[in-house]
């Protein structure tokens, strides 16, 4: 996260979304298209850079610690390519914030759908 947390409580914490390797692919894509497309507050765009980072982030450390994803997986049943993606308060709000968002990423991303 490059921006400083607010003064809320949990402001900086990160939450992990599980998402599955499509709506990660869906999720990249509609980010690229808000920050190519259409003026975005630059408090917003850092936070949506900051997803981008994170998606990559998730991939590597899955591939360097695998351990904890896969028993993550193994006790849900979710496929292996399901990853956690961790957003902080204000990165999970810009996405939300984006019209362009497919709704199953949306539904996963504000707690109504699993992976």
Same mark, same amino acid.
């Given at each position: 996260?490059?921006?400083?947390?607010?003064?809320? =409580?949990?402001?900086?914490?990160?939450?992990?979304? @599980?998402?599955?390797? =499509?709506?990660?692919?869906?999720?990249?894509?509609?980010?690229? %298209? #808000? +920050?190519?497309?259409?003026?975005?507050?630059?408090?917003?765009?850092?936070?949506?850079?900051?997803?981008?980072?994170?998606?990559?982030?998730?991939?590597?450390?899955?591939?360097? @610690?695998?351990?904890?994803?896969?028993?993550? %997986?193994?006790?849900?049943? @979710?496929?292996?390519?399901?990853?956690?993606?961790?957003?902080?308060?204000?990165?999970? $709000? $810009?996405?939300? $914030?984006? =019209?362009? +968002?497919?709704?199953?990423?949306? #539904?996963?991303?504000?707690?109504?759908?699993?992976?």
């Amino acid at each position: 996260m490059s921006a400083l947390p607010a003064d809320e =409580p949990g402001a900086g914490v990160l939450v992990p979304h @599980w998402l599955a390797g =499509p709506q990660r692919t869906d999720l990249a894509a509609a980010v690229r %298209r #808000a +920050l190519a497309g259409r003026p975005v507050h630059p408090v917003a765009a850092i936070h949506l850079e900051d997803v981008l980072t994170e998606l990559h982030v998730a991939a590597a450390r899955d591939a360097v @610690w695998p351990a904890p994803a896969a028993r993550v %997986r193994l006790a849900t049943g @979710w496929d292996e390519d399901v990853l956690p993606v961790r957003l902080s308060a204000a990165e999970l $709000s $810009s996405v939300l $914030s984006l =019209p362009e +968002l497919p709704e199953g990423v949306r #539904a996963v991303l504000s707690g109504n759908a699993t992976a």
